[in-house]
């Protein structure tokens, strides 16, 4: 560790420790789920960028979205995003969450992930080798350093359109608004 | 002509078969003639059911329903592999109903469901036909020939609005 | 088996890894390279690709989009046009269909795939190859890979590229039957045979679709819809497509210069699909014309066009005027059509009963023809103009020029050679034979001439020879003509100018005395021939046919009209975007407009003079 | 373990709904079960899949033949090498395409190890769900390695798009066959400190013995195929009993074992990755020369004859088959994947998990090598 990196530790801990511990949701949404374990097993070993799966949302602070997403798996993400505490980040592996993919015409994949959750990176390729899902971690940290992995943040403030998004795709969803609208709440 | 085909053509003379190559045999007949035909076949040693599948024949206003059998021990009396079993059964498209045919083979109840779900198929007996894979309801089952997935797709998920721009 | 003994102890085995090397790759301080094959992100040769789209119909995933690009030029008679694809790597799958599609092969994959951004748009890309574009293709010192995007990749990363053995188009043409030299050579028999049904369809199966030859074509024929109704099996449906822009396919099919094959995607690395063979096909497989196209002429308009000259443009432009409705009468000076076709193309290139049978249907059509009518002598220019209500000139290049060298006039012009040899009263020829000339028309007369020899002296020895300015590379006609004279045994004499017809005593032709060329063209590019003049040979001979190119003959017209006729710089006929001279009602179009000089041009320029003809006439509609 | 399996909940334990999936740590894939549960104990278990759904047989009649071949090898994430072999096969019976015999080894060989790879990856899924990280390293370690064998001979690590109708994409690299072997020396090297570690190693007997038992006439009468059949004893391989590639050109043996509990089916899964191994060296020994490959038509002209047809194969789970029909078009009529997935987790597993306990579930599931995405489809 140089320098730098101590005076940031000292100027800034929080930043830093969320950046340093990024744990990742237990949820294989899609295939790109092929080339996670290769990344926490020993030949690319993730926990050396400070990356580890973690059995419940409520530990994590990472959600790797691992390709298409289909409508009913939609659902449980947009469950397990709520669930995770703040603050949190996403981000999203090969072309499916950015523009269909492989996926664009069918009837049970949605296209434009953005629409429905925030994003805070896309990682291209089909499937991102190990080493570009670590280097899409390396730009997280220079988003969080620079504050602008705001996807949480964006959720909270925008939440009103997620939710009529979400809503469009589901019709009434059955478990409650997580803000409200009221003024306590943002 | 097979083996197999003979003795289907001897125990049910209604019933056609043909042979189309070395590998497979074609049988046609109808839904009245299911289950025997089934239990015949299971009887006699086509004891896999490998699929169960559906084409949408939409100009002859037909599902053509398709059992697909083989066995699970060689037939020794017969040199060679043995043929798969191509069974089909012609459904009206307006009321596509037929038996279950869960009572002969256990696995057939997923691929019911799932004929049920994306064919509008209704197998009458069956204890389950819920929903198997889809999330939303689709006006035209899914797999039919008039269900469009391009247009689908255009209109139901495009017009979503983005939320940043 | 080992599930006969187990321990829990047994797994302290593994201890021992505790003390090796760990496997792990420090990534990213140690990098692994993509295996050579590696199917990464785009790379596109912009000089090569020929913006085709054949890369973006094959994708599955309608992730690349052709978009032009305005600094590019436009080139549709090489087949390059200003489109380019651009990849959504939001739905790109990385399967390499495009690679494997490239008939240019200029698409391949690079071995770079990181590219990771918070903005989707990012993600849509306009591949280039990294010659071109230095600030995205980093050498190995600046690149980083902490930095790696679509815009920072490294330089010579060529990943998965085209294999054509393993392509997904065919390279190779079917190859047309012809008739070997030696035996061509001896007789007019009709070199190329023509393909069978089954070759015209395995031909027809190699089209890809992507219609930059219908760019290239100056007619503009569905070259596309007709190819694939060949592959179909549907010859009628051919012939409809083609009868659309080209009622001339029998002529077109044998004799046509192909603009559409040079174009053609497949000729960048293999060979072009044989568009010209294949019109052939329809055009040769179909007996009658008229029972497949079931056309039949427009409600009478009660207006008349007179036509000078039966050549490829006036007979067009009597179909298409008389499908329009217009009564139309065709004069020509020869006693049956086809202007410079019947007499240009030796039989075996073109038989005459391909020309009667394209001039057949549309004289079946109801157009008037009248031979052995010369205009200006049998009927005047004036009298015509009065007598209908627009006249079009299509009279061809028919006043050959001479090289007017010493005793030229001793020397045979090669037009009114083909011409006495095939609709005349023939000719006899001499055992050694100089042609001077490297263009088609020389090819024609040479290779006729040869034929001629083969016949009159049969058991002799005989030799035919050319004499060009130009040099191999240079030389005017095209490589396939050039070609089949060499495999027929002509003699080549490039860059040789002549100089002199030497005679015997007694009067007869013995020899060309020839200087040798330094250059054909000045600094300017104009023609302006420099010799060595003290280097010459004498090419012996007993008979010299010029062939070194027409001009058009103008006398038909009264000189007080013609000083109205305005020409080109190049002289040519200025005509306007209807085709119409600057004499009202007058049009013209062919070889005295264009400077193509071929047959399909011709029809293209009968196309625009229909349309104008029509818009001239009826200005309302 | 066996005191714990056979205690009694008692009468006043109520019965509950458990919902298991698909977000869960006991769950390897994309999919999920609701469990009836008394105590810990399952009293009926009904799967519930479908959130990998992607529509793939609607898609394939949107595409033309050469278009769905980047589809079709998405069916199963995890050994995509058979899907494109069951999907070439298909077309080639229907269009009568031959195949080179090279192009046949190379197929035999690229599946074999892709086969390969698919085990390790199933070693790590399971070893993982007993704890056993070590072994789970290595495996994943080991499939790498096959993975940059595959990178190198087909341009990608995990989708490869390597069969075609008529033979391969490409030939063989220079001195790719040196370093197969060198691979599958270095992978083979490390079979005594497996057997060890883990398959000689009590916990795992303990942990997987008599767990999940499908007996062989069971499994027959739900459809199984695969692992599932032969650790049951039933002899039965689609390499074998109608065989394609060069399967019946090469000297290989079919694996069986009799208990049909989770332990056996892993044992038969160690014991077909090794003679994977061995056939991929007799078939490098006796790979021949010449083409790999015969030219499929132009893709923008390629019609395909009227006509159906069912091919099937022997994938890493069992019976891969496909019904592939063609009206006569550009582009497929009709497709309908069998996956040995479907019937193993849908209606064997529901079968297997009766009068489990919840913490068997991933376990059950994982030997019956259930994978999500090949049910969805």
């Known amino acids: 560790m140089d320098r730098r990196q101590l005076v940031k530790w000292l100027k800034e801990p929080l930043k830093m420790s969320n950046k340093y511990s990024l744990h990742v949701v237990y949820f294989c949404t899609g295939c790109g789920i092929i080339e996670i374990p290769p990344s926490i097993t020993a030949r690319w070993d993730a926990e050396r960028f400070g990356v580890k799966p973690v059995a419940t949302p409520r530990q994590a602070n990472l959600f790797l979205i691992t390709g298409y997403v289909s409508l009913k798996t939609l659902k449980p993400i947009i469950r397990t995003y709520e669930q995770m505490p703040e603050p949190k980040y996403t981000v999203a592996l090969g072309s499916c969450p950015i523009d269909g993919g492989m996926y664009w015409d069918s009837y049970n994949t949605i296209n434009h992930l953005d629409k429905y959750i925030p994003i805070d990176g896309y990682i291209a390729g089909c499937m991102p080798r190990p080493e570009a899902i670590f280097t899409g971690i390396t730009h997280l940290w220079t988003l969080i350093d620079e504050g602008k992995a705001d996807g949480y943040e964006r959720y909270r403030e925008r939440y009103q359109e997620y939710r009529s998004n979400q809503e469009r795709l589901y019709g009434q969803l059955e478990w409650p608004p997580l803000y409200t609208g009221r003024d306590d709440d943002v | 002509m097979s083996k197999v085909g003979e003795e289907i053509t001897a125990h049910f003379p209604e019933i056609n078969t043909h042979r189309i190559d070395e590998k497979r045999v074609e049988v046609n007949t109808d839904k009245g003639y299911l289950l025997s035909l089934l239990n015949f076949l299971k009887d006699g040693g086509y004891d896999h059911l490998g699929l169960i599948s559906c084409v949408d024949r939409m100009e002859d206003g037909v599902l053509q329903l398709v059992y697909v059998l083989s066995r699970y021990a060689q037939d020794e009396s017969v040199p060679g592999p043995d043929p798969t079993l191509v069974v089909k059964i012609p459904l009206s498209r307006e009321e596509p109903t037929i038996v279950s045919s869960m009572g002969v083979f256990i696995n057939a109840e997923p691929y019911e469901r799932e004929l049920y779900e994306m064919f509008g198929i209704d197998f009458t007996g069956h204890p389950r036909l819920d929903p198997l894979f889809l999330e939303r309801d689709y006006d035209i089952p899914p797999l039919r020939k008039d269900f469009d997935t391009r247009r689908y797709v255009t209109e139901e998920f495009e017009t979503i609005p983005p939320v940043e721009d | 088996m080992s599930e006969q003994k187990s321990s829990v102890l047994s797994s302290l085995e593994a201890v021992k890894y505790l003390f090796r090397k760990p496997k792990t790759i420090k990534y990213p301080f140690e990098l692994k390279e993509p295996a050579l094959r590696y199917r990464g992100f785009h790379l596109n040769d912009w000089d090569a690709c020929t913006g085709c789209g054949n890369c973006e119909d094959i994708c599955p995933n309608d992730a690349i989009e052709m978009v032009e690009v305005p600094d590019l030029e436009d080139r549709p008679a090489e087949g390059m046009t ?65 930095k790696a995007n679509l815009n920072h990749r490294r330089q010579d990363y060529e990943g998965f590229s085209q294999d054509l053995d393993f392509s997904l188009f065919e390279p190779e043409r079917v190859r047309m039957p012809q008739v070997p030299p030696e035996e061509r050579k001896l007789s007019f028999i009709e ?42 099996d549907d010859p009628d449906e051919s012939l409809r497509e083609i009868f659309e822009d080209n009622p001339l396919p029998a002529i077109c099919g044998r004799i046509c210069m192909k603009h559409c094959e040079e174009a053609c995607s497949l000729g960048k690395q293999g060979e072009p699909v044989a568009i010209r063979w294949l019109k052939r096909w329809t055009a040769d497989v179909i007996e009658d014309y008229k029972s497949s196209l079931e056309l039949s002429p427009a409600e009478d308009k009660e ?239 007993d008979m010299v046919i010029e062939a070194i190119g027409q001009k058009p003959d103008f006398s038909f017209i009264p000189e007080e009209t013609f000083q109205k006729l305005s020409f080109t710089e190049r002289r040519k006929v200025k005509v306007d975007e209807d085709g119409m001279t600057t004499l009202p009602g007058v049009f013209a179009g062919g070889d005295i407009v264009n400077s193509n000089l071929d047959a399909v041009t011709a029809i293209a320029d009968a196309k625009v003079a229909s349309e104008g003809i029509d818009r001239y006439l009826f200005p309302s509609s | ?213 499908v007996g062989k006439d069971e499994a027959k009468e739900m459809g199984g195929t695969g692992q599932v059949l032969r650790a049951a004893g039933q002899e039965y391989d689609i390499r074998k009993v109608d065989p394609y590639g060069v399967y019946d050109e090469v000297d290989w043996e079919v694996h069986t074992r009799e208990e049909g509990d989770a ?115």
């Open chain 3, 303 to 541: 207006k008349r066009v007179g036509i000078i000259g039966a050549g490829p443009s006036g007979l067009s432009l009597a179909y298409f005027l008389r499908l329009k409705g217009y009564g139309v009468t065709v004069f020509d000076s020869l006693p049956g059509p086809g202007g410079a076709v019947r007499i240009g193309p030796p039989k075996y290139r073109l038989p005459l009963e391909a020309v009667e049978k394209d001039a057949g249907y549309i004289a079946s059509l109801g157009v008037k023809f009248r031979y052995l009518t010369r205009v200006g002598k049998d009927v005047s220019f004036t009298e015509l103009r009065d007598n209908y209500d627009a006249v079009y000139m299509a009279v061809g290049n028919f006043d050959p020029l001479s090289t007017g060298i010493e005793n030229a006039d001793r020397a045979h012009l090669a037009l009114d050679f083909l011409k006495r040899n095939k609709i005349g009263e023939g000719i006899d020829v001499g055992r050694e034979i100089i042609v001077i000339g490297g263009g088609n028309v020389a090819m024609d007369a040479a290779r006729e001439a040869l034929r001629l020899q083969h016949i009159q002296y049969s058991d002799k020895d005989v030799m035919t020879k050319t004499v060009s300015l130009e040099d191999w590379d240079e030389m005017p006609a095209t490589d396939e003509e050039v070609e089949e004279a060499k495999e027929e045994g002509i003699q080549f004499n490039p860059a040789w100018g002549p100089k002199k017809i030497e005679l015997d005593e007694e009067g007869n032709v013995r020899g060309l005395l020839c200087t040798k060329v330094k250059s054909v063209f000045d600094e300017d590019g104009r023609f302006n021939p420099s010799f060595h003049e003290d280097r010459e040979k004498l090419l012996e001979g």
């Open chain 4, 1 to 213: 373990m066996e005191i714990l399996r056979q205690r009694d909940t008692g009468p006043t334990t109520r019965e509950l709904e458990l919902y298991f999936g698909p977000q869960h740590l006991g769950m390897v894939g994309n999919f999920s079960i609701t469990l009836n549960v008394k105590g810990d104990r399952i009293v009926s278990a009904e799967a519930n899949p479908g959130y990998l759904h992607r529509g793939f047989e609607k898609l394939m009649e949107e595409r033309n033949w050469i278009q769905n071949f980047p589809l079709v090898c998405r069916v199963n994430v995890i050994e995509p090498g058979s899907m494109e072999m069951v999907y070439s096969m298909a077309v080639e019976d229907l269009a009568g395409i031959e195949v080179p015999e090279r192009g046949e080894y190379i197929r035999c060989i690229y599946l074999e190890l892709s086969r390969v790879a698919s085990h390790l990856f199933g070693l790590w899924a399971y070893s993982k769900m007993l704890g056993f990280e070590t072994v789970g390293g290595w495996a994943m370690y080991h499939r790498d390695l096959i993975l940059d064998l595959f990178e190198e001979l087909t341009g990608g690590r995990v989708y490869n798009i390597y069969i075609w109708p008529g033979g391969v994409r490409r030939d063989l690299p220079e001195g790719f066959i040196g370093r197969v072997k060198r691979t599958l020396h270095e992978i083979g090297g490390k079979v005594p400190d497996y057997n060890k570690t883990f398959f000689e190693n009590r916990v795992f007997h303990e942990r997987a013995r008599g767990i999940g038992v």
């Open chain 3, 191 to 232: 070199q190329v045979v023509g393909y069978t049904k089954e070759e015209a369809s395995r031909e027809a199966a190699r089209c890809m679709e992507c219609g930059l030859c219908e760019d290239a074509c100056p007619a503009g024929l569905n070259i596309v819809d007709y190819v694939g109704a060949i592959y179909e």
């Open chain 3, 82 to 146: 200003n489109r380019r694809p651009q990849i959504n790597y939001g739905r790109c799958c990385f399967c390499g269909l495009c690679v494997d599609i490239c008939p240019a092969g200029s698409l391949s994959l690079s071995r770079d795939y990181l590219h990771i951004h918070f903005n989707t748009d990012t993600f849509t890309f306009v591949p280039k190859d990294e010659k071109s574009a230095e600030n995205k293709f980093l050498p190995e010192e600046e690149y980083s890979v902490l």
């Open chain 4, 263 to 377: 332990y056996s089916r892993i044992m038969v899964i160690r014991d077909e990755m090794i003679e994977s191994v061995h056939m991929v060296f007799k078939l490098l020994k006796d790979i021949p020369d010449g083409p790999a490959y015969n030219k499929v038509p132009n893709p923008f002209k390629w019609r395909i004859p009227e006509g159906e047809t069912y091919v099937r194969l022997e994938s890493s789970r069992g019976e891969l088959g496909l019904y592939l029909l063609s009206d006569g078009g550009q582009r497929p009529y009709r497709a309908h994947f069998r996956t040995p997935s479907y019937p193993h987790g849908l209606t064997v597993l529901e079968k297997a998990l009766d009068g489990e306990s919840i913490s068997d579930t991933g376990n059950i599931m994982i030997s019956l090598y259930v994978t999500a995405p090949e049910i969805d489809r």
